[in-house]
């Protein structure tokens, strides 16, 4: 799919987060990109999927009031867990909500209307891929890294729809078997750095220690030092195998961490275009998100934009 070939011109958007929930209506402008024509946002109910879907369709019903003229037939969902053919999502687990029948719901109380689901980072995958940082090419793969890591992944300009999201991919560290989210995202990072003795140190303080350390071109704190370099060179041998495995046109970085993007790409670049030196593979090219901010409104707009008729 290519923004020249994208029908409707106008898709129903559903952007239901561990926090938030909001509800758009999303058209493409005469440069063919999305662009959000009226919004409405509230907090996302928990524990009940009767009363989250009744949030959800009473802030439908107030987005179609409030645009009596503009017409939908397709909505796009992006949802913060588990989904199961695109049409149930088997677990939300931050709203301790399972089997949320969404799409089978909203077909039934609009008719004439046709749904879509996706996970949040499979959504955000398809909008970098069409409208985004990874519209000039054909493959490409999304990876966000903030609280957890997610990812989706683009092939010939087709999302392909998986249930797992990378973060959750197993691996070894010391000894045991951990995901891999549990010491490679942002709070992983935290979570390494108390392994290696440095209580209470986030993220944010370690990235400011390394950007001091290259800026003044003085030696990091050994502690410091071991816990930066497990995390970059971990992160980096988990990208070397997503290109050893898809031999990808792109990698899209996003998420809270990339805005420590200046210290650590270039290492996290050579160390994951090290590991995978020695197969004939295209060459690792990493991009910055688009939309990394509003990713959830437009990557569940671009879903809908892709349903067929």
């Known amino acids: ?90 677990k939300l687990p931050n709203l301790h909500i399972e089997h949320f029948e969404l799409a089978d719901w909203l077909e039934r109380d609009y008719p004439g209307v046709k749904v879509l689901c996706a996970n949040d980072a499979n959504c955000a995958a ?78 944010a303080d370690i990235f400011n220690a390394v950007r001091e350390s290259k800026r003044n071109n003085t030696p990091l704190e050994p502690k410091v030092k071991k816990t930066y370099e497990d995390w970059y060179k971990g992160l980096g041998l988990l990208i070397a195998n997503l290109q050893l495995e898809f031999n990808l046109d792109k990698i899209v970085l996003a998420g809270g961490v990339m805005k420590s993007s200046d210290v650590f790409i270039d290492d996290l670049f050579h160390v994951a275009s090290a590991f995978a030196a020695n197969y004939p593979l295209k060459p690792i090219r990493f991009v910055l998100a688009k939309f990394d901010q509003d990713s959830g409104l437009v990557g569940a707009a671009t879903v809908g934009f892709s349903i067929k008729d």
């Open 1 to 90: 799919m290519s923004n020249e070939m994208i029908k409707p011109s106008v898709t129903l958007a559903i952007d239901l987060g561990a926090t938030n929930l909001r509800v758009g209506l999303v058209k493409i402008d005469e440069k063919g990109m999305p662009f959000v024509v009226d919004v409405i946002r509230d907090s996302s109910a928990k524990d009940n999927p009767t009363v989250l879907y009744h949030e959800i369709t009473t802030m439908i019903d107030q987005i179609i009031h409030r645009n009596p003229t503009i017409k939908f037939t397709h909505i796009g969902v992006s949802l913060c867990g588990l989904v199961e053919n695109g049409r149930t999502a088997t």
């Open 126 to 203: 398809l909008s970098e891929a069409i409208f985004g940082s990874a519209s000039d090419v054909n493959d490409s793969y999304y990876i966000t890294v903030s609280s957890g890591i997610g990812g989706g992944y683009v092939y010939q300009k087709q999302l392909i729809n998986t249930t797992l999201e990378i973060g959750h991919c197993v691996r070894e560290f010391e000894g045991k078997l951990v995901e891999q989210e549990q010491y490679l995202s942002g709070n992983g990072l935290a979570r390494l750095a108390a392994y290696n003795g440095l209580e209470n140190m986030k993220a």
